[in-house]
């Protein structure tokens, strides 16, 4: 198939005055199987860092070597601006507590109530009884659940069990909070309110946040940045928006299948390689580019020029994200050539996807 492409998504790493999280070239393997290869990034203080992949991608490995529980083979892991890598189990035990979690099961003990389970890292740490159950209230407050103190875990809902889990990861106020797929045993609507909390948090005490997921869903929702890992390499990493504006790698377009407008299947199906009554092709732009009235235009210049198939407009980091697929009739030979000449002089990325005969 013929490509058309005109990159047009500009890559930016948001100004980081600190980095709180720095890997250099992290492995580590297992038998023959290296579930991490060579991992390099650096995640700035407040930020939001997504690290998607799919299943077996090394997403655990990594996060495991993030908080010390796995020891990386080679390489460096910094965090805020400490060599972890060389630290003994003793010297980790500080720098355990600059580093909150939150898991998928949520993993509170059932036989504590609610602000006991809040308030045990800091009872861990030696904490006075006063200054645990205030910092729980406080914690309480924070994640909604003022109400539910002396609740037992086996009393609350999903999202209320993984609301105590933030809070109890937040209790020895942590410089950097990870959340392995926090919301994968969670309904769409607890997801999001879940997610929203997190934001939330994340602007009021400037929290830096690592969260691997397998889901987009949850990338697009509140991260900054995110990091496509595959085999133990990131295979692909920038600002959200322009990952899903310009996905690069086979596994992140997979990746995106589910949230991004696609080709409907039936019209897929039949498309022809090399001939038919229209050419289908994919539209891509973000950005200023997606604000502006292009197809009004292309009409205007074109007036039988094309038909809109499917697609449409999202909103990423308040950056609008368009997909749209069209149909050019094949019979006037130059037309295809011009809709796809001015759709690339604004910056669109154009694609030939096929040849389709059996629009009436
Ligand atoms: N303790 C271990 N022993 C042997 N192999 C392991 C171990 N932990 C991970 N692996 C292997 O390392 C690779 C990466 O695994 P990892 O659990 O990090 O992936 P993942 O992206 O988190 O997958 P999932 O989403 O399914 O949890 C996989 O091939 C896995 O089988």
């Known amino acids: 198939m013929n490509s058309f492409v005109s990159a047009s998504a500009i890559e930016t790493k948001p100004e ?37 992949g799919r299943s077996g991608a090394g997403k655990s490995t990594l996060i495991r070597c993030l908080n010390g529980l796995e020891r990386a083979d080679g390489g460096e892991i910094h965090i805020e601006g ?25 993993n509170l003990l059932s036989a504590k109530t609610v602000e006991e389970n809040i308030a045990l890292p800091l009872k861990i740490e030696g904490a006075a009884k006063t200054e645990r159950l205030n910092r729980a209230r406080e914690l309480l407050d924070l994640v909604g659940l003022s ?15 993984q609301r105590v889990g933030i809070a109890r990861a937040l209790a020895a106020r942590p410089a950097l909070l990870l959340s392995d797929e926090a919301t994968s045993a969670l309904d769409p609507e607890t997801t999001r309110s879940i997610l929203s909390l997190l934001k939330d948090i994340n602007r009021k005490l400037g929290l830096t946040v690592v969260l691997i997921t397998h889901e987009m869903e949850v990338i697009r929702t509140i991260a900054d940045r995110v990091a496509v890992i595959d085999s133990g390499k990131i295979v692909e990493e920038g600002q959200v928006w322009s990952v899903f504006a310009n996905p690069q790698t086979a596994i992140t377009k997979s990746l995106l299948s589910g949230i991004r407008p696609q080709l409907p299947d039936h019209i897929a199906a039949r498309l022809s390689r090399t001939k038919g009554r229209e050419v289908i092709i994919s539209v891509d732009l973000a950005g200023s580019e997606a604000q502006g009235a292009l197809f009004t235009d292309l009409a205007a210049e074109l007036p039988h020029g094309f038909r809109l198939v499917h697609g449409g407009i999202d909103h990423i980091q308040s950056q609008p994200v368009a997909r749209f697929f069209i149909a050019v009739p094949t019979r006037n030979i130059k037309l295809a050539g011009k809709v796809q000449q001015f759709l690339t002089a604004r910056s669109a990325r154009v694609e030939v996807l096929g040849y389709d005969s059996d629009h009436a």
């Not at 600190?18 to 580590?28: A, F, Q, S």
């Not at 109400?147 to 069990?161: E, H, N, R, V």
């Open 147 to 161: 109400d539910k103190a002396k609740a037992y875990p086996a009393s609350l809902s999903g999202g209320q069990k």
């Open 16 to 52: 980081a005055a600190e980095d709180v999280v720095r890997l250099l070239d992290v492995k580590r393997r297992f038998g023959t199987t290296p579930a991490l290869d060579g991992i390099s990034l650096s995640i700035a203080k407040g930020e939001i860092f997504g690290i998607i």
């Open 82 to 106: 400490r060599n972890i890598t060389s630290l003994g189990e003793r010297d980790l035990q500080p720098l355990r507590r600059r580093i909150g979690m939150i898991f998928q099961h949520f």
